[in-house]
């Protein structure tokens, strides 16, 4: 079946820093893929849609310039939390289908802590 | 947006014991997806279920589209099934997913 990989799976970073997370389809190709952020105790809201080749699609509220998306191919789509600050410490998780009609699957997530 | 509702938010149960979660949409979807959230986190997709009724193993699903609803059905529970089940639909025309506001379960030995 289509598998998702995500990396890291843990980090930990000091205040004002960049973070790079990955995601990548491993068996399929992924025109689109999606990122989510999940707090402790909730459930996942998606922040941005990554389409290949143009640019991300985000939700209302997220800030565009702080949460960087690229999909340079069509396997790998890159999630950069820039400038982090404590408050963007949370559960960052990616998912792709390999095409309209069937469902989706989820990256093993990204625990994030900044400090 | 649509909205999607989950009950119970919590449930604990002892080992053996069967139990049904619900999850109401409010509009029509395409897609309507089970997961299982494991305590690393980790999203396992349980059902890929827009309609009708499956089953697997232990576990079965049913959607009844028109009515805007999905039942998962979890029997002989055992203690690795605990964890966060959520639901999550895709609405027409819209390529993404919305998800419920999950229930906790917890099996006890």
């Known amino acids: 079946g289509a598998v998702v990989s995500q990396h890291p799976s843990r980090v930990i970073c000091k205040s004002g820093t960049s973070v790079k997370i990955e995601c990548r389809s491993l068996?399929?190709?992924?025109?689109?893929m999606f990122w989510y952020r999940q707090f402790p105790k909730q459930s996942l809201m998606l922040m941005a849609t990554s389409n290949e080749g143009s640019k991300a699609t985000y939700e209302q509220g997220v800030e565009k310039d702080k949460f960087l998306i690229n999909h340079a191919s069509l396997t790998l789509s890159t999630l950069t939390v820039t400038s982090a600050h404590p408050e963007d410490s949370s559960f960052y998780i990616c998912?792709?289908?390999?095409?309209?009609?069937?469902?989706?699957?989820f990256g093993s997530g990204t625990r994030l802590t900044v400090v | 947006g649509i909205q999607v509702e989950q009950s119970p938010p919590d449930l604990i149960l002892q080992e053996g014991a069967n139990s049904t979660l619900r999850c109401n949409f409010s509009?029509?979807?395409?897609?309507l997806q089970w997961f299982h959230q494991n305590p690393w986190g980790q999203l396992i997709n349980l059902f890929y279920i827009p309609s009708g009724t499956k089953q697997n193993g232990r576990l079965s699903a049913t959607t009844v589209a028109t009515e805007r609803y999905s039942l998962l059905y979890i029997s002989s529970s055992q203690t690795t099934d605990s964890g966060v089940y959520f639901c999550?639909?895709?609405?027409?025309?819209?390529?993404?997913?919305?998800f419920g506001t999950g229930t906790r379960l917890t099996i006890i030995p």
């Open positions: 999550a639909v895709e609405e027409p025309g819209n390529e993404k997913l919305t």
């Open positions: 509009d029509s979807v395409n897609n």
């Open positions: 068996d399929f190709q992924a025109t689109t």
């Open positions: 998912s792709a289908r390999t095409q309209p009609g069937y469902g989706y699957t």
